[in-house]
């Protein structure tokens, strides 16, 4: 059932050119210049006329969230907020029948995020799920909702569920974004050509890095790891750390690269590696001076950067390179050596892999 894997994470990392293929199909026909998400067609108004969107989740599907924050304002002009659903729900919010609320969970039974939704429905919101399981109750609480078809996740950490959740919000973002008129037509096709060749370039992305395991070799013993990234790599930066602290134990944290200086820098020393998210996209000469940063004071750096780069691996002590693809598309292709380094490092450490101490497939408990 493993498919000739020693893990289930490693077969769903793999699997995910697929299971992304298999969230677009049927959705997504960019030679025609259409996109169709079947769930959003009687609530299109309501999320087009929207005063914000509402984004509520845990861990990892609050980190494809967060991402979308990125997707939905930069393409629709609609204010987001993305919520921890267990804060939420307790935090007596404001909402309203002008709000439309996004709930995204994999399972689909995540007791937090099944209140909060319970919650915003009281105060006439509208409800949209993102879930991987079909039937779940998170999917049969919302009122309307679009599921990821990822396949199962057996794997404890989630990995092809995250990238499938992304595809998903993609869609719905460049749908709004085009029928608010806030993309234009010339970009929107531009946009899903570009999406729907994310498949080969997440299969690209999958056999171009060798160096993982030596990497995850030497850094395998480090008691603390820092991720950083900006933009749309920020949300990366905390889900690679999320991966990290999950499957191998070691302390990781995950911060806007620009937050650096105000704390986490007091931490680095020669001992410390830093993952560095630095595709070429607007904030990369920024984050070039945060990797200057890092390296004066004799961190270790691993830079995620763009095929070809050849700056950042003039200063990085390694270097994982994914294919070029479009600034708002960069998570679904950045997530991936992340993965794999988290894996490759929670093997050498000898840890359960597939059932991390402590965790549970879904959280039904508050
Ligand atoms: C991390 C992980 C958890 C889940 C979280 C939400 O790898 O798996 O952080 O993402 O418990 O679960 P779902 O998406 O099922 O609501």
Redesign the pocket.
């Given at each position: 059932e493993k498919g000739g894997y020693e893990h289930f994470m490693l077969k769903e990392i793999n699997e995910q050119p697929r299971s992304i293929a298999d969230c677009m199909r049927g959705r997504l026909d960019a030679k025609n210049g259409r996109l169709v998400l079947g769930g959003l067609r009687d609530y299109m108004n309501k999320f087009q006329n929207a005063d914000r969107i509402i984004i509520t989740?845990?861990?990892?599907?609050w980190h494809a969230g967060l991402v979308a924050e990125y997707l939905f304002e930069e393409f629709a002009r609609i204010p987001v907020e993305v919520e921890y659903a267990s804060e939420f729900r307790y935090r007596n919010p404001v909402i309203s029948d002008k709000d439309f609320v996004i709930a995204?969970?994999?399972?689909g039974?995540?007791a937090d995020?099944l209140a909060a939704i319970e919650l915003a429905k009281s105060k006439g919101a509208t409800i949209f799920g993102v879930c991987n399981v079909v039937g779940s109750s998170i999917a049969r609480a919302t009122h309307a909702g679009c599921y990821t078809h990822a396949g199962p996740e057996i794997g404890?950490?989630?990995t092809k569920?995250f990238t499938a959740q992304i595809s998903v919000l993609t869609m719905m973002a460049l749908m709004l974004g085009y029928q608010r008129g806030t993309l234009t037509e010339s970009k929107y096709i531009q946009l899903l050509n570009e999406l729907e060749g994310i498949p080969s370039k997440v299969e690209k992305a999958l056999t171009m890095n060798n160096n993982i395991e030596k990497i995850a070799a030497i850094y395998k013993d480090s008691r603390n790891f820092l991720y950083l990234g900006r933009g749309y790599n920020f949300p990366v930066a905390l889900e690679g750390a999320?991966?990290l602290k999950?499957i191998s134990y070691i302390h990781a944290e995950g911060y806007p690269a620009a937050e650096m200086k105000h704390g986490p820098i007091a931490l680095i020393d020669e001992e410390m590696p830093v993952v560095f998210i630095a595709t070429k996209d607007t904030s990369y000469e920024k984050v070039v001076s945060n990797i200057q940063e890092v390296k004066a004071r004799k961190g270790k750096i691993i830079a995620v950067v763009t095929e070809g780069d050849i700056v950042v691996r003039g200063m990085a002590d390694h270097v994982l390179e994914i294919p070029e693809t479009a600034e708002a598309f960069v998570p679904l292709l950045s997530v991936i050596p992340l993965q794999q380094l988290s894996y490759h490092i929670a093997v050498m450490r000898g840890c359960n892999v597939d059932q991390p101490r402590n965790l549970a497939k879904?959280?039904t408990v508050e």
């Amino acid at each position: 059932e493993k498919g000739g894997y020693e893990h289930f994470m490693l077969k769903e990392i793999n699997e995910q050119p697929r299971s992304i293929a298999d969230c677009m199909r049927g959705r997504l026909d960019a030679k025609n210049g259409r996109l169709v998400l079947g769930g959003l067609r009687d609530y299109m108004n309501k999320f087009q006329n929207a005063d914000r969107i509402i984004i509520t989740a845990c861990g990892t599907s609050w980190h494809a969230g967060l991402v979308a924050e990125y997707l939905f304002e930069e393409f629709a002009r609609i204010p987001v907020e993305v919520e921890y659903a267990s804060e939420f729900r307790y935090r007596n919010p404001v909402i309203s029948d002008k709000d439309f609320v996004i709930a995204i969970s994999q399972s689909g039974e995540t007791a937090d995020t099944l209140a909060a939704i319970e919650l915003a429905k009281s105060k006439g919101a509208t409800i949209f799920g993102v879930c991987n399981v079909v039937g779940s109750s998170i999917a049969r609480a919302t009122h309307a909702g679009c599921y990821t078809h990822a396949g199962p996740e057996i794997g404890v950490a989630s990995t092809k569920a995250f990238t499938a959740q992304i595809s998903v919000l993609t869609m719905m973002a460049l749908m709004l974004g085009y029928q608010r008129g806030t993309l234009t037509e010339s970009k929107y096709i531009q946009l899903l050509n570009e999406l729907e060749g994310i498949p080969s370039k997440v299969e690209k992305a999958l056999t171009m890095n060798n160096n993982i395991e030596k990497i995850a070799a030497i850094y395998k013993d480090s008691r603390n790891f820092l991720y950083l990234g900006r933009g749309y790599n920020f949300p990366v930066a905390l889900e690679g750390a999320l991966k990290l602290k999950e499957i191998s134990y070691i302390h990781a944290e995950g911060y806007p690269a620009a937050e650096m200086k105000h704390g986490p820098i007091a931490l680095i020393d020669e001992e410390m590696p830093v993952v560095f998210i630095a595709t070429k996209d607007t904030s990369y000469e920024k984050v070039v001076s945060n990797i200057q940063e890092v390296k004066a004071r004799k961190g270790k750096i691993i830079a995620v950067v763009t095929e070809g780069d050849i700056v950042v691996r003039g200063m990085a002590d390694h270097v994982l390179e994914i294919p070029e693809t479009a600034e708002a598309f960069v998570p679904l292709l950045s997530v991936i050596p992340l993965q794999q380094l988290s894996y490759h490092i929670a093997v050498m450490r000898g840890c359960n892999v597939d059932q991390p101490r402590n965790l549970a497939k879904s959280v039904t408990v508050e």
